[in-house]
T-cell receptor
Framework: GDSVTQMEGPVTLSEEAFLTINCTYT??????LFWYVQYPGEGLQLLLK?????DKGSNKGFEATYRKETTSFHLEKGSVQVSDSAVYFC????????????FGTGTRLKVLA | EPEVTQTPSHQVTQMGQEVILRCVPI?????FYWYRQILGQKVEFLVS????????KSEIFDDQFSVERPDGSNFTLKIRSTKLEDSAMYFC?????????????FGDGTRLSIL
C-alpha cells in the first residue's frame, strides 16, 4: 500500500546550518506530496506542497522537489533559525477515494543558538 | 486567516467511558477528516466525511467510533467505550474541495488520555 518513510530524528543543528530531512514514498499512481510542520503546542500547518513530478514547493526558505525517479521529497533549508525548531511531517495524498493523507512518522528538529 | 478549532485541548477519561471530541472546521469547507497520532507513532487516517455521511474509514475506525455533524458548524468524533489504546492525539482537518491540489487544514489537536 501507499506509505511514507522519513528519516529518524531528532535532528539537532546550530543556527545558520543547512538542513535536509529525507522523505521517500511508495504510491500507486501519482500522489501529491506535502510537508507539514508542528510547532510546540500547536497543530499541523501546511509548509509546502508539490502536485506533480519535478515541481518544487517552497515557503519560508524551505524547499522540496518532487522526484519521481527516486520517489523522494526531501525538505531543505539553507540556513535554519532557532524558530524553525519543530516537528516536520512528510505526507502524500492518494489519488483515489477520499484523498486521505498518508503521513510519515515526523522528524523533530532542534536548532541551537 | 480562518482556522480549524478543536476542543478540548486535553481530555482525561476513565477506561470504558464515552468521550466526544469536538471540531469546528473552516466555514466554507465541505470535507472533514479525523486523524490520530499515538505517542511516537505515525499520524493515521481515521475517517472522512462529506455531505453528512462517511466517505471512507480506516480499519481503526471500528464500531466504537462514530462521527457526526450535528449542526452547520461542528464536527464531532465520539468514542463509545474508551480503551487504554485509544490514548492519542486526535486531529481534525477540513478541506474546501477534494483533489490533489486541495490541502487539508488541521486543528491543534485534542490529547486524549485514557486512565
Amino acid at each position: 500500500g501507499d506509505s511514507v518513510t522519513q528519516m529518524e530524528g531528532p535532528v539537532t543543528l546550530s543556527e545558520e546550518a543547512f538542513l535536509t530531512i529525507n522523505c521517500t514514498y511508495t504510491a500507486t499512481g501519482y500522489p501529491s506530496l506535502f510537508w507539514y510542520v508542528q510547532y510546540p503546542g500547536e497543530g499541523l500547518q501546511l509548509l509546502l506542497k508539490a502536485t506533480k513530478a519535478d515541481d518544487k514547493g517552497s515557503n519560508k526558505g524551505f524547499e522540496a522537489t518532487y522526484r519521481k525517479e527516486t520517489t523522494s521529497f526531501h525538505l531543505e533549508k539553507g540556513s535554519v533559525q532557532v524558530s524553525d525548531s519543530a516537528v516536520y511531517f512528510c505526507a502524500l495524498t492518494v489519488t483515489s477515494g477520499t484523498y486521505k493523507y498518508i503521513f510519515g512518522t515526523g522528524t523533530r528538529l532542534k536548532v541551537l543558538a | 486567516e480562518p482556522e480549524v478549532t478543536q476542543t478540548p485541548s486535553h481530555q482525561v477519561t476513565q477506561m470504558g467511558q464515552e468521550v466526544i471530541l469536538r471540531c469546528v472546521p473552516i466555514s466554507n469547507h465541505l470535507y472533514f477528516y479525523w486523524y490520530r497520532q499515538i505517542l511516537g507513532q505515525k499520524v493515521e487516517f481515521l475517517v472522512s466525511f462529506y455531505n453528512n455521511e462517511i466517505s471512507e474509514k480506516s480499519e481503526i475506525f471500528d464500531d466504537q467510533f462514530s462521527v457526526e455533524r450535528p449542526d452547520g458548524s461542528n464536527f464531532t468524533l465520539k468514542i463509545r467505550s474508551t480503551k487504554l489504546e485509544d490514548s492519542a492525539m486526535y486531529f481534525c482537518a477540513s478541506s474546501e474541495g477534494q483533489g490533489l491540489n486541495q490541502p487539508q487544514h488541521f486543528g491543534d489537536g485534542t490529547r486524549l488520555s485514557i486512565l
